[in-house]
């Protein structure tokens, strides 16, 4: 742990951007921590812990279900990654939202001395041994949720038994599935329950609260064929590109990953020119293009409820974005080939709701059969969501 930190510290130095977030941030976390400490008047406090935006999303249903149960009690949010921090700094379900800080035995000995937690819940690949052996000693109970876990994972290898002596540490561990708990009572992990993914009932949460979109209502009013196409990357847009200039009576609403002003440039040049910016357009402007380009964050899970088809981004790179949130409104889903860590897009390919490609010529056949059969992979989408809801309600009445 220290020497990782300490290249974080060299990077920072260094200029990168990222890093240098992530060390300030966490550098200043139990400062602020100490101060928050003062004002609690010796109330207990519920720690969640979540890496990233995704994991956070996983945690997201479990706090919003305390604080309408349970509103008078005190609930700590910490990240470790600077993407997640920055969107939920403000988050307003919780009473502090920080950084971790760098889980060394010092810093986690000094947390537990700051703040009078009464249980700690851990989502999905968060295993800070300083941190779990302090709770541990401290006799705090630790949950794990939305866990998954495979095979090749460390603590399953032959050099992996100190790895594994940390899921001793937790006093219950929730599992996405039936694979993940057989796996861990395998290895003697028997404190375990299969109680699916809360990701399924915060998209089906989203759902409900889903915006009107004014332009985008009018940008496919009339529309033969619709693909929204979220969180792209470079080469889902030049696949969407080609697509877009062999087909006719196709609209595309593109929400690409980043909008920042270089990323934008080439998406323009990628379609030369042959589309509207959302925060730019009109009623009139919107009709009369093919191509809509959303320049704004927040809006994509809205979004998807306006198309026929969704491309999911990021496939062809370190991962695929969500699906669920296109599954979530009986969407055929079509993505790259960076999937098979994600639970859900095997469930999705499975119950026959989405393709993977991995080229042009996948992509293109992939598109025109999900838009021959999109009654049917559609229903099949909105089926397996359907069939996977109630992790939140399971792991909320085993915790509080």
């Not at 939920?88 to 889980?103: E, G, I, S, W």
């Not at 460390?154 to 594994?164: A, R, S, T």
């Not at 320049?295 to 198309?307: A, H, K």
Request: aromatic share 12%.
């Amino acid at each position: 742990m220290n020497i990782y930190f300490w290249i974080l510290r060299i990077a920072a130095f260094f200029g990168h951007r990222k890093a240098r977030k992530l060390v300030h941030g966490q550098a200043r976390a139990l400062g602020e921590l100490q101060e928050w400490a003062k004002t609690l008047g010796g109330s207990g406090v519920l720690w969640f812990h979540a890496a990233s935006v995704g994991e956070f999303e996983q945690a997201r249903p479990i706090i919003e279900r305390l604080q309408s149960e349970l509103p008078f009690r005190k609930v700590l949010l910490t990240f470790f990654s600077p993407s997640g921090y920055e969107l939920r700094k403000n988050y307003p379900m919780v009473d502090k939202v920080t950084y971790l800080p760098f889980a060394t035995h010092r810093n986690a000995k000094k947390l537990l001395e700051t703040l009078p937690i009464e249980a700690a819940v851990m989502v999905k690949y968060e295993f800070w041994p300083a941190y779990l052996k302090a709770l541990k000693k401290n006799n705090i109970p630790t949950y794990l949720i939305s866990a998954i876990f495979r095979s090749g994972q460390l603590f399953f290898l032959p050099w992996g038994k100190q790895y594994l002596k940390l899921l001793h540490t937790f006093q219950h561990i929730f599992v996405q599935d039936r694979a993940s708990a057989e796996l861990l009572q395998k290895h003697g992990i028997s404190h375990v329950t299969v109680a699916g993914d809360t990701r399924f009932d915060r998209v089906m949460a989203v759902r409900k609260q889903a915006k009107d979109l004014p332009i985008v209502e009018g940008f496919v009013a009339g529309a033969e064929r619709v693909i929204v196409a979220g969180s792209t990357w470079p080469k889902d847009e030049e696949l969407l590109a080609r697509y877009m200039a062999e087909r006719e009576g196709v609209k595309l609403v593109l929400v690409p990953h980043e909008i920042d002003a270089a990323h934008l440039h080439d998406i323009f040049q990628l379609f030369e020119g042959r589309y509207v910016r959302y925060t730019e357009a009109t009623p009139q402007s919107v009709d009369k293009c093919r191509v809509l380009l959303v320049d704004t964050i927040g809006v994509l899970s809205s979004i998807y409820r306006y198309g026929d088809v969704a491309y999911i981004g990021g496939g062809f790179g370190v991962s695929i974005h969500n699906t669920l949130e296109a599954a979530v409104y009986g969407m055929p889903v079509v993505f790259g080939p960076t999937w098979k860590k994600f639970r859900e897009a095997r469930g999705l390919i499975e119950a026959g709701a989405a393709i993977s490609v991995k080229d042009y010529r996948e992509f293109a056949a992939a598109l025109d059969r999900t838009f021959e059969q999109q009654t049917a992979m559609g229903q099949a989408a909105a089926d397996y969501v359907n069939s996977e809801l109630g992790a939140t309600e399971r792991i909320y009445q085993e915790i509080f």
